[in-house]
């Protein structure tokens, strides 16, 4: 028993000894690889230095260059501001523009025939749409025999005219032989009184022959008013031809006002250009004034630009735009300033502001300007009202008037 104690205690003092000496010559390894590395980092440190010293070397020189590039660049840009940018006023509140006609009807009915469609090129009076004529036509007959009923009437008045103009002429004939018997009568009565007063004829006779004068007077009186009643008549007979004429006039005023209605019925193009806006159908009823479509100039277009209240204090006619289109990337259009709003895009609004009334909050108001684009007939293809640009104008031709109206006040002042 105590031998197999002795026999393993030997095997572990063994054992013990193979671990000792393993474990230092473990630690010698470790050694020699730490003495390595502490080598490598001496020359990678010794690489680093000499690295930092070029860099140090070359980076003051470097900084200078740039330093002056830096200010050499800033000082350009800030020369450029000066003479060129502070004067460049640029906004993106900007459209294109045209003068469009609306095209709307002036009698009610119902619409027979539609010539166009929307967005068809159009030329001047040209026929775009038809209405029904049958009232129209009707009307315009209507006026044809006003006009023949007061020709026919005319006529009538000018016989009747005739004939009463002969009636005074027969009249006065009378009234000339009855002024003939009465002055025989008289004569007759002075040959009569002094043979009557001698005695030399009865008194009878007298009294008769005076009688008979008596009569042929009155006579005489009712043929003068016989001429009276006769013109008369003939003045009356020509107030009603002239009532007649004024009947033609009236019924030829309304066979034009009904040819006219009639020539209404075909609406025409106003000017060449295209249709938009087409809200009218075939068949539709519409009323008079009614906006049925609008024709728009594509060769008329112009640029609308609002810009801020503080950019347009140098803007004046005539001053050269640069225009770009956001359906046209790159391509840039020369224009020049047409004329600048009156008054503010808020003031002529439908409902203005009244800034008398209630708190006041500053709002930067925007003035409309006009400008006249320069572009060819491939670009106005393209080129319709509506759309956007970015548009820059250069107002350097009147750099000098604000300081000409500063010293203006101040010499008011």
């Known amino acids: 028993m105590f031998e197999q104690v002795g026999h393993a205690a030997g095997q572990a003092a063994s054992s013990a000894e193979a671990i000792a000496i393993e474990t230092h010559g473990s630690l010698a390894a470790e050694e020699t690889d730490n003495k390595e590395v502490c080598s490598i980092d001496e020359a990678h440190e010794t690489g680093l230095d000499k690295a930092s010293a070029v860099r140090r070397r070359w980076l003051k020189p470097a900084l200078w260059v740039l330093l002056t590039?830096?200010?050499?660049?800033?000082?350009?840009?800030?020369?450029?501001?000066?003479?060129?940018?502070?004067?460049?006023?640029?906004?993106?509140?900007?459209?294109?523009?045209?003068?469009?006609?609306?095209?709307?009807?002036?009698?009610?009915?119902?619409?027979?025939?539609?010539?166009?469609?929307?967005?068809?090129a159009v030329r001047s009076g040209q026929t775009l749409l038809l209405l029904d004529t049958t009232d129209y036509t009707n009307r315009l007959d209507?006026?044809?025999?006003?006009?023949?009923?007061?020709?026919?009437?005319?006529?009538?008045t000018l016989?009747?005219?005739?004939?009463?103009?002969?009636?005074?002429?027969?009249?006065?004939?009378?009234?000339?032989?009855?002024?003939?018997?009465l002055a025989y009568l008289d004569a007759e009565l002075a040959r009569l009184n002094p043979l009557v007063a001698a005695g030399a004829e009865p008194h009878s006779a007298l009294d008769?022959?005076?009688?008979?004068?008596?009569?042929?007077?009155?006579?005489?009186?009712?043929?003068?008013?016989?001429?009276?009643?006769?013109?008369?008549?003939?003045?009356?007979?020509?107030?009603?031809?002239?009532?007649?004429?004024?009947?033609?006039?009236?019924?030829?005023?309304?066979?034009?006002?009904?040819?006219?209605?009639?020539?209404?019925?075909?609406?025409?193009?106003?000017?060449g250009g295209r249709v938009g806006n087409l809200s009218v159908r075939p068949g539709q009823f519409v009323q008079p004034g009614q906006r049925l479509m609008s024709i728009i100039p594509v060769g008329d277009l112009f640029v609308t630009a609002n810009f801020k209240e503080n950019q347009i204090g140098l803007m004046r006619p005539g001053q050269p735009a640069t225009i770009e289109v956001d359906a046209l990337p790159g391509v840039r259009f020369d224009g020049v300033v047409e004329s600048i709003s009156p008054g503010t895009g808020a003031t002529f609004s439908l409902v203005p502001p009244?800034?008398?009334?209630?708190?006041?909050?500053?709002?930067?108001?925007?003035?409309?300007?006009?400008?006249?684009?320069?572009?060819?007939?491939?670009?106005?293809?393209?080129?319709?009202?509506?759309?956007?640009?970015?548009?820059?104008?250069?107002?350097?031709?009147?750099?000098?008037s604000i300081e000409a109206i500063r010293r203006e006040q101040d010499a008011r002042t």
Do not use: C
């Not at 006009?147 to 009437?153: D, E, F, K, S, T």
């Not at 006769?230 to 009236?250: C, D, F, L, P, Y």
């Not at 209630?358 to 491939?378: C, L, Y």
């Open 69 to 120: 590039l830096v200010l050499a660049v800033g000082g350009h840009a800030l020369w450029k501001y000066q003479t060129i940018g502070q004067y460049m006023q640029s906004t993106n509140d900007a459209f294109v523009s045209v003068e469009e006609v609306p095209v709307a009807a002036k009698l009610a009915g119902y619409v027979d025939t539609l010539a166009v469609h929307d967005h068809a």
């Open 354 to 400: 009244e800034n008398a009334t209630g708190n006041f909050t500053k709002i930067v108001q925007r003035v409309p300007v006009r400008i006249r684009i320069k572009a060819g007939p491939e670009a106005r293809k393209v080129l319709v009202a509506g759309l956007s640009l970015e548009v820059s104008i250069d107002t350097r031709s009147a750099r000098g």
């Open 142 to 156: 209507q006026a044809n025999a006003q006009i023949g009923l007061a020709r026919a009437n005319e006529i009538a």
């Open 208 to 271: 008769q022959l005076a009688a008979n004068r008596a009569k042929a007077a009155a006579d005489l009186r009712a043929r003068q008013a016989g001429v009276v009643a006769a013109r008369e008549r003939v003045g009356s007979i020509r107030a009603q031809a002239g009532a007649t004429r004024a009947q033609i006039m009236a019924a030829n005023v309304q066979r034009m006002a009904a040819r006219n209605d009639l020539e209404a019925t075909a609406l025409t193009a106003p000017l």
């Open 159 to 181: 016989s009747g005219l005739g004939e009463a103009e002969a009636a005074i002429r027969q009249a006065q004939a009378a009234v000339m032989g009855a002024s003939a018997e």
